[in-house]
Every structure is written in C-alpha cells, then in structure tokens.
T-cell receptor, first 113, second 114 residues
Framework: GDSVTQMEGPVTLSEEAFLTINCTYT??????LFWYVQYPGEGLQLLLK?????DKGSNKGFEATYRKETTSFHLEKGSVQVSDSAVYFC????????????FGAGTRLAVHP | DVKVTQSSRYLVKRTGEKVFLECVQD?????MFWYRQDPGLGLRLIYF???????EKGDIPEGYSVSREKKERFSLILESASTNQTSMYLC?????????????FGSGTRLTVV
C-alpha cells in the first residue's frame, strides 16, 4: 500500500549549517508531493510542493526535488536559522481518491545559535 | 488569504461531557478532515468529508462523530469525552479538482479532558 518514510529526529544543528531531511515514499502512479512545517503550538503550514517528476519546490530557502527514479523528496536548506526550529512533515498524495495526503511521522529540527 | 478557522485554541472539558469542535473554511473546498496529533504518534485521521452530509471514517473514528450540514463547516463531536481524548485536534480542507494544492490546516485546538 501507499506509505511514506521520513528521517527520524530530532535533528540538532548549529545556525548556518546545511540541512537535509530524507523522505521516501511508495505510491501507485505519480503522486503530488508536499512538505509541511509545524511551529510550536501551531497547525501545519504548507512549505513547498512538487506535482511531477523533476519538479523542484522551493520556499523560504528550502528546496526539494521530485525524484521519480528513487521515489524520494528530500528537504534541503543551505543555511538554517534558529527560526527554522519546527517539526517537518513529508506528505505524498494518496491514489485512493479525494487526493488524501499520507503524512510521515514528522522530523523535529532544533537549531541553536 | 485562504483560511481554515477552528473555533477554540484551548479547551478544557470534563469526563462524560459532549464536546463540539468547530471548523470553518472560506475556500469553497469540497474536502474537509479532522486529525488528532499526539506525541510519538504523528497525525491520525479521525474522519473526513468529501461533500455536504457525506463522511467517511478515518483510522481512529471510535468515540467520535462528525457533522457537515454546510460546505464550509465541519464539526467534530466527542459523544462522551474521556481522558484518553486529550490531544491536539487539527482540521484541514482541500479541493479535489485540477490545481490541487494540498491541505490547508487550521491552527489547532488543544483539548484537555479532566
């Protein structure tokens, strides 16, 4: 069945470090792919998305590329800030109808000065 | 800006009470969802609705019901609140057609049952 696996956290980095959070998925067909971010005490916000192979989604310095051959959608940022501390969720769309998303377990990122 | 509004950020209820969590979206979305989020368990789907008066069970519907009488409003009902329903509840909405852009979430309701 459709599923998503993302890197376990917590991930702890110093400010200005490079960030990668891995995400791989299994899905029927070619799903749309999403990254969401959740700041403390808040709901989830859409961070970026990609809808077809080789698309690159980007926002706020974060990037992720839709890799069909490896069924991956890894999140990257070249230089993290303390304000990036949050939980990040990878979410492919579900092929079973209504474009339901399958959410990964979430990866907590802590950035310290 | 597109919005999903949950009626309360924090709620404290007593065991056995009937609890209503309200969610309203202003995007004319067909689909609406209720999730609960607990540490270590991620997001778990309780119910979703794909049209007015239509609903489908998610992964953990026991102890909950829902109501969607109007397209913009989706209510989650805890028939008889119990302490194990203490959690963060998240509402989301989405469209179905072309230009699908994922879910839009509300800010969440943190429910404590005492």
């Amino acid at each position: 069945g459709d599923s998503v696996t993302q890197m376990e956290g917590p991930v702890t980095l110093s400010e200005e470090a490079f960030l990668t959070i891995n995400c791989t998925y299994t899905a029927t067909g070619y799903p749309s792919l999403f990254w969401y971010v959740q700041y403390p005490g808040e709901g989830l916000q859409l961070l970026l998305k990609a809808t077809k192979a080789d698309d690159k989604g980007s926002n706020k310095g974060f990037e992720a590329t839709y890799r069909k051959e490896t069924t991956s959608f890894h999140l990257e940022k070249g230089s993290v800030q303390v304000s990036d501390s949050a939980v990040y969720f990878c979410a492919p769309s579900f092929s079973g109808g209504y474009n339901k998303l399958i959410f990964g377990a979430g990866t907590r990122l802590a950035v310290h000065p | 800006d597109v919005k999903v509004t949950q009626s309360s950020r924090y709620l404290v209820k007593r065991t056995g009470e009937k609890v209503f969590l309200e969610c309203v979206q202003d995007m004319d979305h067909e689909n609406m969802f209720w999730y609960r989020q607990d540490p270590g368990l991620g997001l778990r789907l309780i119910y979703f609705s794909y049209d007015v008066k239509m609903k489908e069970k998610g992964d953990i519907p026991e102890g909950y019901s829902v109501s969607r009488e109007k397209k913009e409003r989706f209510s989650l009902i805890l028939e008889s609140a119990s302490t194990n329903q203490t959690s963060m509840y998240l509402c989301a909405s989405s469209s179905t057609g072309a230009g699908y852009g994922g879910y839009t979430f509300g800010s969440g309701t943190r429910l404590t049952v005492v």
